[in-house]
C-alpha cells in the first residue's frame, strides 16, 4: 500500500497544540478533529471544512482546564461522543445532513479522568469508555446511565483501548503493562473479561486487524497478537540510529494493513502470507510534522487523517491501486478485498468488500448499473443504485452469464445450472438446472412482507421446452409442474406468484393457477401479452383486438377492445393505465379501467370495505361480475359474511345470499362466531362436514346431524352418526341407503355396500351392471377363497377387456391360472410390470424380450427416463442410449457407450458433446467429442468461447499440423479484421507462422513490431527486413528513419545511395564516414564532384581534403578519363604515375593488351608489360617489350616459354627452351617427371652428368615399387616376361584386379595373357591359372569368355556349368551333346530355370504342358490355360474350366463363372455342386438393375449339360442331382420368361413368373413375388398381382424391420409356395420401385372389382378346388408334371411332346411358344407346333 500526501485539512500553528482525537464517520461523510483548543472541526470527505463547534466542560461554572481525550461517531453516523478528561461523556446529536442543528443528547459524570473511548460496530445505544482509575464501562444511551464492564484488579490506569472490527470485544491496555478484554455475548459465547496478555512496557497505542491484535509502547518495539492473546510476532525498531516510540497505530478497514505514527514519520507493515510474518512495507518521512499524536481511517480505507503535536491535520489517500473503467468509473483498491468504486458522471460511490477478506481478483459493470467481482473462493454483486451488495461462495469457472433484468434478483447461469443471487444477501436465494435462460423463458418475484401478507420469493423456470417448473425459493420445494406438449416461448409469473402466464410456439395463451393447480387457454392465438404492473390484471393482443382480464380468477370474462396496430407496452403512473399501441404512424393509447384495477391492491390488501366501494359504482359487465364472484369467496374465506352476502346479491346469486343473510340473523353481531347453529351451517356451505357434524354432535342435536347427512345425500356418514346411539336406527338408515341407492340406479355404489356386507357375488352382480367390471374384478381379487362359477368369471373378464380393463382381466386370468391369457392380456394392456412379474415365474426365457417391448412402449408414450434401464436389461443398449439421449441424461447415455465400440458410439458421442458445448460445459463437451473422434469440433468450441489454450491443447494433441494451422489461421484473420493485432499475432506465433505475423505488422506500417518478431523468430532475415523497411520509409520520404533501417540492416550503402538519389550529399558523405570508413568516403567525394562542373568538383575535393582519394576511388572505380582530369591540378601531379598504372592494368584486363603496354611503359613498369604478355603467351610480344626496355628478363621468357610447352608434353621443344635458357636442369626435371628415364638419362649424361646417378637409382626405384599403376604393373609384367621368369611374369598378372582398375576389358586381356603363358610355357600351372582367370570372369559377368577358356583346356563340365549359369542352355546343349548324362543334367536345369522364373511359353515350347498351365492359371492368363487343356484332354479342360469358374465367383463375377462353365463345361462330381448353385443363386440374386441376361442363358446351358442325363433317365435317384435340377428348373423358366415378357407374350410370361414361386430359395423371395405380380398385371390377372405384389410389400418392410415378426402366410396356405424360406438382405428393385408398387397395390386394393385371392382350379382327380399352379392337389395329393414351357400342371388331356425334348409340356403352351420362336425351350432344337 501507498500512502499519498492529498492535502491539509487543519493548519499546523507555532507551537504545541496537540491533536487530541479524530474520528470518520461511519458512512465516511464527515470527519472530526479537535485539538488543544477544545474546538471540534467537522470536515467532509475531501476535507473541506463544514462545520465546527466549541467543546463545554462538565461544570461550566469551572475553569476550562480540559482536554478531549477521544472521540468516536455512531455506527449511524448521527451522533459524536466525547471523552473529556474532565471526568465526562459527552455525545451531540448532529444528523446525517449538514446544517441540522446540534445538541447534547447523552452525558455520562465519572467520578474520575476519562482516559479512552471508542464506539464498537453496531452498537448504536452503547459506547464503551475507560477511566483513570482502571476501570472499563459501557455507557448505554436509552438509559444514559453507565455500567462497569470490568475493573483492573489494581487500578491501574487504562492507557487505550481497541475494538475487535466485529465491535464483539473491546481490550484496554494499562499503566502496568497488562492488556484485558472483554467479551459481548453475542450469540455464540457469553458475556465476560479476561486478561488478554503481559506485555512487555506500558501500551501507548494499540490497533485490532483481521487476524492480529499490534500493541506498541515506549521500547521502540512493535508486538503483534492473534486473537487468543499469544505472542505472533515482534519487530524491533530500537537498534535504529534514529529510533523513537510510535505514539499511534490504526489497522485499515480491511484489517490486512497496520499504519504506525511516530516521529516525522509514517511506517505501513503488511502481512506477508508466503512468509507468514508482518514486515514494514515502507516508511515515509515527513519532515517537521513531529510526533504524530492521532491517526483514524476513513471507513471505506481510501484515505488516513493523521494529527500532529502541532495541531495539523493531514489527509493521505491510502490505496493500492487505481484504474478507470471504461471511462465512466473508477476502481480504487484500498485493500485486497476492499475496493470503492466510483461513478465518474455523479461522483456516487459504493464499496465492494469482502467479508470474508478475500483478494478481489477483477470487477466488471454491467448496464452501468450492476457489479459483478470474483474472488477466490466468491462471488460478489452490487446494485450501484440501491447500493445492496451480496457475497456468496463461488468457484468462478470464466464461463458464467449474468443477467440483470430483474433488479431484485442476479441470475447467474453456469455449467447448465441456474443460481439467483438476492441483492444485499449474502446467501444463494435458490439454484435449478435448466438451459433456458432468456428473460422471456423465466420469472422471479420477489414480495416482502406487507400487512397481513407474507414474505414470498418463488420462480418459474423452464425445465426443457415443454415443461415449466414453479418453485418456492423460500421454503425450497417444487410448488408446481406444468407440462405442455408445445414449445413454451414466454411465461411469466404476476405480482403476487399466484398466476403464471406462458404461451407457446403455437401463440396460444395458458394461465396456470398455482394453488389450485389448474391451466386455462386464454387466447388460441397472442401476438403480445403482458401483466398490468403492481396487479393481477392482464393484457394480451390477438390480431386486431387488445383481450384486457381484470380478474384472472375469471379467466372467461375478458374485455375486448379493436385496435389498428400492434400493442407496444403498457404505462401505468398518476393513477392512470395506458396501453401503447403502434398505429402506422402514430402512437395510440388506450386506456384501462383503474377502478378494476384497484381493485385487485385493494383485495390483496384484505381490504374489503374498499373493495366494495369500488365495485358498487361500476356497471354490472362481465368484468365485475367475475370480480364480486372473487370478492365474496375470499371474505366468505375470512369470515366476512355481510360482505360475501353483499357480493352475492349483487350478481344476483339470491340463494346463497339468502343462505348467508340467514346466518347473519343467526349471530348478526359476531357473524357466526358464536352461535352454534351458524357456525355449522357456514361449514356445510363450505362443505365442511366434518365440522358441522362436531359442531351440533356437541350441542347434542344428533337428529339434526342426521337430518343434515341425509338431505346432502351422504347415507354413509348419516349411518356412522346413527349407528352411535342406536343399532336399529342404524339398520333402518342402511336399508333405506339401499333402497335409494337402486331407485336411482348407482349400482356401483349399491355393489360396494353389498361387498361391505360380505356378500360379494351380489356385489360383482351390481358391480357389472352399473358398468364397472373392474370393480367386480377387483371384488374377487380382494375375495380369492370364494368358490366363484367359471362363467362368472369369463364373464368379468370379457366385460373387462371390452372396457380395456386389461389389468384387471390379467390378474383374473392369473387367478384362473391361465398363464398364457393373463400374458396376453397384460401385454395388450401395456401393464407391463405385472407382465414382468409373471414371466419370471412362468416364462423366464420371454423376460428379456419383454424388457425391450416395455422400453419401446415407454418410448412411444414419451416416458424415455424410464425406459432406459429396461433396455439395459434387455440387452439393447443403442436404444437405451437414445433413450437416455431424448431424456436428457448425458452422463447415462455415456455410460453406457462406454460398452460399445468406437464406429457405434461415435455418433452418440457426437450428440452428447453439442448438448455439453451448448450448456458451456466445454471441457465435458471436449471429452466425448475426442471419443467421437471429433476433435475439431472440440477446438472449435474451445475457439468460439476464445479459450485457445485449450483450444491449442487439443488441437495439438488430436489434429493435424495442417488442421491446426487451418484453424489458428482462421481466427488470426477474424481478429485481424477486428483490429486486434496483438491477439492475432498470437494466433500465427502459437502455430509458428511467424512470416504471417509479420506480414500482419507490415500491412499496418507498424515496423518496431516487425522487427521485433524477426529478431526473435527470423534472426537470419533480421538484415534484409531492415533494408526492406528503410527502402518503404525511403518510398514514404521518411529518410531519417530510412537511414536508422539501412544502418541497422547492415546495408549503410543503401543510405548513402537514398541520400545520393535525393541529392542529399552531405547526408550521404555523413553516413558514408560514420559506416563505410576511408573508400566509402571516397567514393561518395568523387561521386559528389562528378555529379558538377570539373573544376567546381576538383574545388570541393580540395576544399574537403578528399582530392588523392577521389583518384583513387577514380582509378578504382573504372573512371580514368577523371583521374588524368583530377590528376592535372598541380597539387595531384604526384599521382599521375599511378595513374598510367592503373590504367594499364584496367586495359590489360579488358585485353587491350597494346594500349596496356603504352601505359605500363608510361607508368615506367615495362616489366609489368612483359609479365602481362608471358601471362597471354604472347612470346613474340614479351620478347620485343624485353628487347626494348628489359633486356634482363629475356632468359626468363625462354624458361616461361619452356614450361608451356612442357605442360603441352611438346617435350624437345620444351627442351629447347631451357636449354635457351641455359637451364637444362628444368629439361631434366621435366622427363623425370614424365618417367621418360632415356631422355632423362640423355640430359644428364649431356648437360648435367654429376645427375646421372641419380637418375639411374630413379629408374631401379619405379620399376620395383609394388604400388604401381595399372600399366607400371603390366610393365613389370612385361619386363619379368621378357626375362623369361613366367611364374613371376604370371603372378604379375594375376595381380591386377578390379581394385586396381574398372576397366575389364583391360584386366580381361591381362588375365588371358596369364593364361596364355601358363599354357604355352608354365603347363604345370593350366589348371590352376585357367580356373582362377575363369572363376574371376564369371565374378565380373565374363561368362562366355571364362568358359571359352575352360573348352580350351578340355573342361566341358566346367563349360556347360558356367553357361547354365549364364542362363545360355543352347550352348550348354552344343557343349555337352557328346554326354547323354551331361545333356540330360542340362534339360533339368532349363526346366527348374523356366518352373523358377514361371515361364510357362518357354515350359510350353518344351513340352511340358502340364506345368505350363499351372503358371498360366495362377497368372490368370486364362485365355492360354483352356488353349493347352484342349490339348491335354477332355478331363484337363473341365477341370480347368472349374477352377475358373471358382475363381470368377469368389471374385463375384457370378455371370461370367457361369459363362466359363457354359463354353468348356462343367464337372458331374458332386463335390462342385455347391460352385454350381452358388454360381447359379448369383445370378439369379442380381438386383434388377444388374440383371444379366447372358448370365441366365449360361447358367441354363451348363446346368442342363449336367442334369440332361437325369432328366432322361428314368432311374436317375441321386438326391444332389435331383437338387440341381431343381436349380435348372429355375433357370430355365426365368430365360423363358425373359423371353416371353420382351416379345410381348404376357399370359404365358405371366404363368412362368408364377411357377418360379416354387422355386424361391434358388430364386430370391423378393424378386420372385415382384416379378410374378408385375407378370399378372400385364397378363391382366390382377388378383393374382395383387396378392403377389401385396406379399412383395409384406418382405420388404420384413427386410427393413427384422424385428417386426413372422410374416403372415394365410393367402399361401394349401400351395406349393413355399413361406419357409430366409428373408434377403439386399432389395431387388429401388425404393423409387418399391414407392410405385406400394401404389399400385393400394389402387388394387381400394378397385372392387379386383379380388384379392388366389386363382384355383378343379383337381382332375378329386374334383377339389385348388391353386391353379401348384403340381400337387392339397386335397388327394395328386402330383401332375410341369409344363416345360409355363411349369404349370398338365393334365392327361393336354399332355403333349415335341420330337427330341426329353420334357412334356402343356400343348396350348407348347404351340403358343413354338409358334413364336420355332425352336425347342428345352434343348433349342427347330420343332413345329403339335397338332
Not at 406 to 425: F, I, T
Not at 1231 to 1257: C, F, G, M, Q
Request: hydrophobic share 40%; aromatic share 8%; proline share 3%.
Amino acid at each position: 500500500m501507498q500512502l499519498t500526501y492529498l492535502k491539509t485539512v487543519l493548519s499546523h500553528a507555532e507551537g504545541i497544540s496537540k491533536i487530541t482525537a479524530l474520528s470518520w464517520s461511519a458512512n465516511s461523510q464527515k470527519l472530526a478533529a479537535v485539538g488543544a483548543d477544545k474546538v471540534v472541526h467537522v470536515f467532509d470527505e475531501s476535507g473541506e471544512r463544514k462545520d465546527k463547534f466549541k467543546t463545554k466542560a462538565a461544570d461550566p461554572s469551572s475553569t476550562q482546564n480540559y482536554v478531549v481525550r477521544s472521540m468516536a461517531f455512531s455506527p449511524d453516523s448521527t451522533k459524536l461522543a466525547l471523552a473529556q478528561s474532565d471526568n465526562i461523556v459527552f455525545v451531540y446529536r448532529l444528523g446525517l445532513e449538514w446544517g441540522e442543528k446540534k445538541s447534547i443528547c447523552n452525558k455520562f459524570q465519572q467520578a474520575a479522568s476519562v482516559t479512552a473511548m471508542l464506539w464498537p460496530k453496531g452498537r448504536d445505544q452503547e459506547l464503551v469508555f475507560a477511566t483513570a482509575d482502571g476501570k472499563v464501562k459501557l455507557g448505554v444511551l436509552k438509559t444514559n446511565k453507565p455500567l462497569t464492564l470490568y475493573e483492573h484488579p489494581d487500578a491501574s490506569y487504562v492507557t487505550c483501548m481497541a475494538a475487535r472490527r466485529d465491535g464483539n470485544a473491546v481490550l484496554s491496555g494499562h499503566a502496568d503493562s497488562s492488556l484485558h478484554v472483554f467479551y459481548f455475548d453475542d450469540g455464540t459465547g457469553p458475556a465476560g473479561t479476561a486478561k488478554f496478555a503481559q506485555h512487555s512496557c506500558p501500551p501507548t497505542a494499540i490497533a485490532w486487524g483481521a487476524d492480529a491484535l499490534l500493541v506498541t509502547g515506549s521500547d521502540c518495539k512493535v508486538t503483534l497478537y492473534d486473537n487468543q492473546g499469544s505472542m505472533l510476532q515482534q519487530i524491533d525498531f530500537s537498534n535504529a540510529a534514529d529510533a523513537r516510540d510510535f505514539t499511534s497505530a490504526a489497522f485499515n478497514p480491511g484489517g490486512d494493513v497496520a499504519v504506525l505514527g511516530g516521529f516525522n514519520c509514517l511506517t505501513t507493515c503488511t502481512f506477508n502470507a508466503q512468509a507468514g510474518l508482518w514486515e514494514m512495507a515502507a516508511t515515509k518521512k515527513i519532515e517537521n510534522l513531529y510526533s504524530v499524536t492521532a491517526m483514524e481511517w476513513k471507513a471505506d480505507g481510501s484515505k488516513l487523517a493523521v494529527g500532529s503535536l502541532c495541531g495539523g491535520v493531514e489527509l493521505f489517500d491510502a490505496c493500492l491501486r487505481r484504474h478507470r473503467y471504461k471511462g465512466a468509473f473508477e476502481f480504487t483498491y484500498v485493500s485486497k478485498s476492499q475496493v470503492i468504486v466510483k461513478r465518474l458522471a455523479s461522483g456516487a460511490r459504493i464499496v465492494l468488500k469482502s467479508r470474508f477478506e478475500h483478494e478481489v481478483d477483477r470487477i466488471n459493470v454491467y448496464q452501468d448499473r450492476f457489479l459483478v467481482a470474483n474472488t477466490a473462493h466468491t462471488l460478489m454483486l452490487g446494485d450501484m443504485e440501491t447500493c445492496c451488495l451480496s457475497e456468496v461462495s463461488w468457484e468462478t469457472t470464466g464461463t458464467e452469464k449474468y443477467h440483470f433484468d430483474n433488479p431484485q434478483v442476479c441470475l447467474v447461469y453456469n455449467a447448465g445450472e441456474l443460481s439467483l443471487v438476492e441483492y444485499g444477501q449474502s446467501d444463494l436465494l435458490g439454484s435449478c438446472r435448466t438451459e433456458h435462460v432468456s428473460p422471456y423463458l423465466m420469472s422471479v418475484r420477489i414480495n416482502a412482507a406487507r400487512g397481513i401478507l407474507a414474505e414470498e420469493k418463488k420462480m418459474a423456470y423452464l425445465v426443457d421446452k415443454q415443461t415449466v417448473k414453479v418453485m418456492d425459493l423460500l421454503a425450497g420445494v417444487v410448488l408446481a409442474t406444468v407440462s405442455h406438449g408445445v414449445k413454451i416461448d414466454w411465461l411469466e409469473l404476476n405480482a403476487r406468484a399466484t398466476h403464471l402466464l406462458f404461451r407457446d410456439k403455437k401463440r396460444q395463451l395458458h394461465l396456470f393457477n398455482i394453488a389450485k393447480q389448474e391451466r386455462t387457454t386464454l387466447l388460441p392465438y397472442c401476438s403480445y401479452v403482458q401483466w398490468v404492473p403492481g396487479s393481477d390484471v392482464v393484457v394480451a393482443q390477438s390480431r386486431s383486438n387488445v383481450c384486457v382480464w381484470y380478474s384472472i380468477n375469471a379467466p372467461d370474462q375478458q374485455t375486448v377492445v379493436a385496435i389498428k396496430g400492434d400493442v407496444e407496452n403498457i404505462e401505468r403512473s398518476s393513477g392512470k393505465t395506458e396501453v401503447l399501441v403502434d398505429e402506422a404512424r402514430n402512437m395510440v393509447s388506450y386506456v384501462l379501467d383503474e377502478n378494476l384495477i384497484d381493485f385487485g391492491s385493494a383485495l390483496e390488501e384484505q381490504d374489503y370495505d374498499r373493495a366494495v366501494d369500488t365495485l358498487e359504482p361500476l356497471e354490472m359487465t362481465a368484468e365485475t361480475e367475475a370480480q364480486w364472484h372473487q370478492l365474496a369467496k375470499a371474505a366468505l374465506e375470512d369470515g366476512r359474511l355481510a360482505i360475501a352476502e353483499r357480493c352475492y346479491a349483487a350478481v344476483g346469486n339470491i340463494a346463497k345470499a339468502h343462505y348467508l343473510h340467514q346466518v347473519n340473523e343467526l349471530s348478526p353481531s359476531a357473524e357466526g362466531g358464536t352461535n352454534f347453529m351458524a357456525q355449522a351451517k357456514l361449514a356445510q356451505l363450505s362443505k365442511q362436514w366434518g365440522v358441522a357434524e362436531a359442531v351440533l354432535l356437541a350441542q347434542g342435536r344428533l337428529e339434526e346431524a342426521i337430518h343434515m347427512y341425509t338431505q346432502a345425500y351422504k347415507w354413509e356418514d348419516a349411518i356412522k352418526v346413527a349407528s352411535r346411539s342406536s343399532a336399529a336406527e342404524a339398520a333402518a338408515l342402511k336399508r333405506q341407503h339401499y333402497q335409494w341407492l337402486l331407485e336411482t340406479g348407482q349400482d356401483e355404489e349399491a355393489g360396494r355396500l353389498k361387498e361391505r356386507d360380505g356378500d360379494f357375488v351380489g356385489a360383482i352382480s351390481h358391480f357389472l351392471k352399473g358398468g364397472r367390471p373392474g370393480k367386480a374384478a377387483q371384488a374377487v381379487l380382494a375375495h380369492p377363497n370364494n368358490n366363484y362359477n367359471s362363467g362368472l368369471l369369463d364373464s368379468i373378464i370379457a366385460t373387462c377387456t371390452q372396457a380395456g380393463l386389461f389389468e384387471k382381466a390379467g390378474s383374473l386370468y392369473e387367478y384362473q391360472q391361465r398363464w398364457t391369457d393373463a400374458k396376453a392380456a397384460y401385454k395388450k394392456g401395456h401393464v407391463y410390470r405385472k407382465a414382468l412379474d409373471l414371466m419370471r415365474r412362468q416364462f423366464p426365457a420371454e423376460v428379456v424380450r419383454l424388457e425391450e417391448e416395455w422400453g419401446d412402449w415407454l418410448m412411444s408414450e414419451h416416458q424415455v427416463d424410464a425406459a432406459i434401464n429396461h433396455f439395459i436389461e434387455a440387452g439393447c443398449s443403442m436404444k437405451a442410449v437414445e433413450a437416455a439421449l431424448a431424456a436428457r441424461q448425458w452422463q447415462k447415455a455415456a455410460a453406457v457407450l462406454e460398452s460399445q465400440d468406437q464406429r457405434t458410439a461415435a455418433p452418440f458421442y457426437n450428440r452428447i458433446a453439442a448438448h455439453f458445448e451448448q450448456a458451456q460445459s466445454l471441457e465435458e463437451a471436449e471429452r466425448f467429442y475426442i471419443k467421437a473422434g471429433l476433435a475439431r469440433q472440440a477446438v472449435d468450441m474451445y475457439a468460439g468461447a476464445g479459450k485457445w489454450a485449450a483450444a491449442h491443447k487439443v488441437a495439438m494433441g488430436y489434429l493435424s499440423e495442417q488442421e491446426v494451422n487451418e484453424v489458428y489461421s482462421q481466427k488470426a484473420c477474424e481478429l485481424e479484421a477486428e483490429g486486434k493485432l496483438r491477439e492475432a499475432e498470437k494466433m500465427y506465433c502459437t502455430i509458428k507462422q511467424y512470416d504471417l505475423a509479420i506480414g500482419l505488422y507490415k500491412q499496418h506500417s507498424m515496423w518496431d513490431q516487425v522487427i521485433r518478431l524477426v529478431s526473435q523468430h527470423r534472426k537470419s532475415q533480421l538484415a534484409e527486413t531492415h533494408v526492406d523497411i528503410a527502402q518503404q520509409l525511403q518510398g514514404e520520404g521518411a529518410f531519417k528513419e530510412a537511414e536508422k533501417h539501412f544502418v541497422e540492416g547492415g546495408d549503410w550503402k543503401g543510405g548513402v545511395q537514398m541520400y545520393r538519389a535525393a541529392g542529399m550529399w552531405e547526408g550521404s558523405l555523413r553516413l558514408a564516414k560514420a559506416h563505410g570508413g576511408a573508400l566509402a568516403t571516397k567514393q561518395v567525394a568523387f561521386a559528389w564532384a562528378s555529379s558538377i562542373e570539373p573544376e567546381e568538383g576538383t574545388q570541393l575535393l580540395i576544399k574537403l581534403g578528399l582530392l588523392d582519394s577521389a583518384i583513387e576511388y577514380a582509378l578504382e572505380s573504372g573512371a580514368f578519363a577523371q583521374a588524368f582530369q583530377l590528376c592535372q591540378a598541380p597539387a595531384a601531379q604526384h599521382k599521375m604515375a599511378d595513374c598510367h598504372l592503373k590504367y594499364a592494368m584496367y586495359l590489360e584486363d579488358e585485353g587491350r593488351f597494346n594500349e596496356a603496354e603504352e601505359e605500363f611503359v608510361q607508368a615506367g613498369k615495362p616489366k609489368e608489360a612483359i609479365d602481362m604478355y608471358c601471362h597471354q603467351q604472347d612470346w613474340p610480344a614479351a620478347l620485343g617489350v624485353a628487347n626494348r626496355c628489359d633486356q634482363p628478363s629475356i632468359p626468363t621468357i625462354c624458361a616461361l616459354q619452356g614450361e608451356a610447352a612442357a605442360q603441352r608434353q611438346s617435350w624437345a621443344e620444351a627442351e629447347g627452351f631451357f636449354l635457351r635458357a641455359k637451364q637444362p636442369d628444368l629439361a631434366l626435371v621435366m622427363y623425370r617427371k614424365a618417367r621418360l628415364w632415356e631422355a632423362a638419362l640423355r640430359i644428364a649424361e649431356d648437360y648435367l652428368p654429376a645427375k646421372v646417378t641419380e637418375v639411374h637409382s630413379d629408374i631401379q626405384n619405379n620399376m620395383g615399387s609394388s604400388k604401381q599403376s595399372p600399366e607400371g604393373q603390366v610393365a613389370r609384367a612385361k619386363a619379368l616376361e621378357r626375362g623369361r621368369d613366367w611364374s613371376g611374369a604370371i603372378d604379375a598378372y594375376l595381380a591386377i584386379t578390379t581394385q586396381d582398375t574398372v576397366d575389364l576389358d583391360f584386366l580381361e586381356g591381362v588375365w588371358e595373357s596369364a593364361a596364355n603363358i601358363a599354357m604355352n610355357n608354365k603347363k604345370e600351372r593350366i589348371g590352376e591359372v585357367v580356373n582362377t582367370v575363369a572363376q574371376r570372369l564369371v565374378q565380373n559377368n565374363r561368362h562366355e569368355a571364362a568358359a571359352e577358356l575352360l573348352q580350351g583346356i578340355d573342361d566341358i563340365h566346367g563349360a556347360v556349368k558356367v553357361y547354365i549359369l549364364c542362363n545360355n542352355f543352347d550352348k550348354a546343349r552344343a557343349v555337352a551333346c557328346t554326354d547323354p548324362a551331361l545333356k540330360q543334367y542340362v534339360e533339368q536345369q532349363h526346366t527348374q530355370h523356366l518352373l523358377h522364373n514361371k515361364n510357362a511359353d518357354g515350359l510350353a515350347n518344351i513340352g511340358n504342358a502340364t506345368e505350363a498351365i499351372e503358371i498360366y492359371a495362377q497368372q490368370g492368363d486364362w485365355g492360354k490355360v483352356h488353349q493347352l487343356a484342349e490339348q491335354a484332354g477332355p478331363q484337363s479342360v473341365i477341370k480347368y474350366s472349374v477352377r475358373h469358374a471358382k475363381q470368377k465367383a469368389q471374385q463375384g463375377e457370378v455371370a461370367e463363372a457361369a459363362a466359363v462353365l457354359a463354353e468348356y463345361g462343367a464337372s458331374p462330381e458332386p463335390a462342385n455342386f455347391e460352385l454350381y448353385k452358388h454360381i447359379v443363386g448369383g445370378v439369379l440374386a442380381l438386383s434388377h438393375a444388374e440383371q444379366s441376361r447372358e448370365g441366365e442363358l449360361s447358367c441354363k446351358d451348363f446346368l442342363w449339360q449336367l442334369v440332361q442325363p437325369v432328366l432322361s433317365s428314368a432311374q436317375g435317384t441321386d438326391l444332389p442331382a435331383k437338387e440341381l435340377a431343381r436349380w435348372w428348373e429355375a433357370v430355365h423358366y426365368t430365360v423363358l420368361r425373359r423371353r416371353c415378357a420382351e416379345s410381348g407374350m404376357h399370359s404365358l410370361a405371366a404363368k412362368q413368373a408364377t411357377s418360379l414361386l416354387r422355386y424361391i430359395g434358388a430364386v430370391p423371395a423378393d424378386k420372385a413375388f415382384y416379378e410374378a405380380g408385375y407378370a399378372n398385371q400385364e397378363a391382366g390377372r390382377l388378383n393374382m398381382a395383387f396378392v403377389f405384389l401385396n406379399r412383395y410389400l409384406d418382405l420388404t418392410e420384413a427386410m427393413d424391420d427384422p424385428d417386426a415378426g413372422p410374416l403372415e402366410n394365410a393367402d399361401f396356405v394349401d400351395t406349393d409356395i413355399p413361406f419357409d424360406f430366409t428373408i434377403p438382405d439386399v432389395h431387388f428393385i429401388t425404393e423409387p420401385m418399391r414407392e410405385e408398387v406400394r401404389d399400385k397395390v393400394l389402387a388394387m386394393s381400394m378397385d372392387q372389382a379386383v379380388s384379392q385371392e388366389l386363382s384355383h382350379r378343379s383337381c382332375s382327380e378329386c374334383r377339389a378346388s385348388t391353386y391353379d399352379a401348384s403340381l400337387a392337389c392339397h386335397s388327394c395329393h395328386k402330383v401332375c408334371e410341369a409344363c416345360c414351357v409355363s411349369g404349370y400342371p398338365i393334365r392327361r388331356e393336354e399332355r403333349a411332346q415335341g420330337l427330341s425334348c426329353p420334357l412334356p409340356a402343356v400343348q396350348s403352351d407348347w404351340n403358343e411358344y413354338i409358334t413364336r420362336f420355332q425352336t425347342c425351350p428345352v434343348t433349342g432344337i427347330v420343332q413345329t407346333p403339335l397338332l
